[in-house]
Structure formats: structure tokens, C-alpha cells
């Protein structure tokens, strides 16, 4: 055992952040730097979690967008294939607009319009039985989406094509 007499108090210097004592060193940070560098992550770390959120809202977007495209390709494809001869001209292509609604695709809700005009030439959608020219528009809208670029009639996709008769 040691007594309070054969302990030597060894003399402490203070450099910065170190103290060093007879050979031996600390170091370490002052509460005040901690909590500096605390705050300093946390406000990075809400950053990046508000661009997250940005980032999953945006991809949502996107896949309305090709789920919109998927069912015009499909509209447009069954106009394609449908009957346009002399003889026969299939009741698919009659002229005019048609709208379908409430088409649900990966849980979510979309209007199908399509239009048919039997006279290009003009601005109207003009229906014309004897027509051996037609133009194709079919529009696919999502429904119940938020704000945002994929909303509205930025979210709307819209194919054209015009077919004419087969001889």
C-alpha cells in the first residue's frame, strides 16, 4: 500500500485541447463543440430527409405517367387492329369522342379519352362515314394525384396517329 506521503503531485500543462501531465496526455471536445456539431448533423440530416420525400412524391409521379402510357398504348393498338376496309369499317372507329372512366391500374384511377376525326383537315372532329382517312387521338389522365409536376395536364399522355383505309 502507498501512502498519502509517496504520492508526487506531477506538474500539468495545458497546450489547446490537450493536457498533459508528466508524460501522460488527454484529449477531447468541450461540451459547447459537441453540441455545435449536434445541431450542425441534425440540420443536415432534415435536409436530406425533406429530399427524400421530394424524391418518393416525384417517383409516384413517374409511375402514373407509364401506367398512363401503358393503357393509351393499349387504346391506341385496339384502334390500330380494328377493321378499315371498303366493305368493312369496324364500329370501333366511328367518328367522334368517347371518354372511359375510373380504368384502374396499380391502385390508382385514370379517364381514357378517345376522338376520332373522319376530316383532319379541319379544326372540329368532324364524323364522316365515308371517310378513307381518320385521326386518332387517345389521352390517358391520371385521377386523385397531388401537386407536382406529374399533376394535371402535365400528367396527361396523349398518342396520335392517323390510318387510312386499307384497299
Same mark, same amino acid.
Given at each position: 500500500?502507498?501512502?498519502?506521503?509517496?504520492?508526487? @503531485?506531477?506538474? $500539468?500543462? @495545458? /497546450?489547446?485541447?490537450?493536457?498533459?501531465?508528466?508524460?501522460?496526455?488527454? !484529449?477531447?471536445? /468541450?461540451?459547447?463543440?459537441?453540441?455545435?456539431?449536434?445541431?450542425?448533423?441534425?440540420?443536415?440530416? &432534415?435536409?436530406?430527409?425533406?429530399?427524400?420525400?421530394?424524391?418518393?412524391?416525384?417517383?409516384?409521379?413517374?409511375?402514373?405517367?407509364?401506367?398512363?402510357?401503358?393503357?393509351?398504348?393499349?387504346?391506341?393498338?385496339?384502334?390500330?387492329?380494328?377493321?378499315?376496309?371498303?366493305?368493312? %369499317?369496324?364500329?370501333?372507329?366511328?367518328?367522334?369522342?368517347?371518354?372511359?372512366?375510373?380504368?384502374?391500374?396499380?391502385?390508382?384511377?385514370?379517364?381514357?379519352? @378517345? %376522338?376520332?376525326?373522319?376530316?383532319?383537315? %379541319?379544326?372540329?372532329?368532324?364524323?364522316?362515314?365515308? !371517310? %378513307? &382517312? @381518320?385521326?386518332? /387521338?387517345?389521352?390517358?389522365?391520371? $385521377?386523385?394525384?397531388? $401537386?407536382?409536376?406529374? !399533376?394535371?395536364?402535365?400528367?396527361?399522355?396523349?398518342? *396520335?396517329?392517323?390510318?387510312? *383505309?386499307?384497299?
Amino acid at each position: 500500500m502507498m501512502d498519502q506521503a509517496s504520492l508526487v @503531485k506531477l506538474p $500539468q500543462v @495545458k /497546450t489547446g485541447r490537450k493536457v498533459e501531465c508528466a508524460g501522460l496526455s488527454q !484529449s477531447g471536445f /468541450t461540451l459547447l463543440e459537441v453540441t455545435i456539431a449536434l445541431v450542425l448533423m441534425m440540420i443536415v440530416a &432534415l435536409g436530406s430527409a425533406s429530399l427524400f420525400t421530394f424524391s418518393i412524391y416525384n417517383n409516384s409521379a413517374g409511375s402514373d405517367r407509364a401506367s398512363a402510357l401503358a393503357i393509351a398504348e393499349e387504346a391506341l393498338e385496339t384502334l390500330r387492329t380494328a377493321q378499315f376496309d371498303p366493305t368493312t %369499317t369496324s364500329t370501333l372507329l366511328a367518328g367522334g369522342s368517347t371518354v372511359q372512366s375510373n380504368i384502374v391500374r396499380s391502385g390508382r384511377v385514370f379517364v381514357l379519352t @378517345k %376522338t376520332i376525326d373522319d376530316n383532319p383537315s %379541319t379544326t372540329a372532329v368532324d364524323v364522316d362515314t365515308a !371517310s %378513307t &382517312l @381518320k385521326l386518332i /387521338t387517345v389521352s390517358v389522365t391520371p $385521377q386523385s394525384i397531388g $401537386q407536382g409536376w406529374g !399533376s394535371g395536364n402535365t400528367g396527361t399522355v396523349t398518342l *396520335m396517329t392517323q390510318r387510312t *383505309m386499307a384497299e
